[in-house]
């Protein structure tokens, strides 16, 4: 049996901010795929929206639409990176397949799944970590633009600080004490809620450079780990 991983790969390491397809990285991460599997190692992949999503968003949110029609916009943009990477994979001649939901039959499949998102409300990393917990990954890697998880948004406040190591129930805690609408939310309280349930590590590493997530694949340590309480 191969070892399984899971990458949730985020839009805006394959995406530029203003929408424009960064083919180099898109290529770099299927080259990366195609490595550990020709390794005997499977790193499945949901991939992020993006800045095309948001901006696809936003145009709807002007248009007054409601929010589950934002989501569905949103996933439909998510399924069609997904689509690139998961043709970049079979052009590079891995066993890859698109798949737009998830069943039980998935556990013995032996070709790398490459999705999207699946349904309104729900954000691509919750997606991740349910494909994690249901193949039985060895781990959960999230590629972000970002070097880890901080206190709060890097971007926005200089003051922040990065956590090298923290459990599911003190990130929901600090997303408790921190959260505002629209505010800095790199994992989402559902996205937590399935971690912690299903004991999942998880590595939150900068994607925007493919061999920090080679390196988390690899064990080694980079970005924040995320352990289940009882292994901290």
């Not at 781990?139 to 200089?158: E, H, Q, R």
Request: proline share 3%; charged share 25%.
């Amino acid at each position: 049996m191969r070892e399984r991983f899971v990458l949730k790969l985020g839009g805006h390491v394959i995406f530029s901010e203003d929408g424009v397809l960064k083919s180099d990285a898109l290529l770099s991460y299927a080259k990366l795929i195609r490595d550990f599997w020709a390794n005997g190692k499977q790193v499945h992949v949901v991939v992020g929206g993006g800045p095309p999503a948001r901006r696809l968003i936003d145009l709807l949110a002007e248009l007054s639409a409601d929010k589950a029609l934002q989501d569905i916009i949103g996933i439909e943009a998510s399924r069609l990176n997904a689509k690139l990477l998961a043709y970049s994979l079979i052009s590079l001649g891995v066993r890859a397949r698109y798949i737009e939901e998830l069943s039980a039959s998935l556990i013995l499949e032996d070709k790398i799944l490459v999705m999207g998102g699946l349904t309104p409300g729900q954000s691509t990393t919750a997606v991740a970590a349910l494909l994690a917990e249901l193949i039985k990954a060895n781990k959960l890697v999230v590629a972000t633009d970002v070097d880890g998880i901080y206190t709060s948004d890097p971007k926005l406040n200089s003051q922040a600080k990065k956590l090298d190591v923290v459990t599911p129930q003190e990130l929901m805690e600090i997303l408790r004490q921190k959260h505002e609408p629209g505010g800095y939310q790199l994992i989402d309280r559902t996205a937590l809620e399935i971690i912690a349930r299903s004991n999942i590590e998880v590595q939150v590493v900068n994607g925007l450079d493919p061999k920090n997530v080679e390196e988390a694949l690899k064990g080694l340590s980079v970005g924040t780990t995320i352990k289940p309480s009882a292994a901290k």
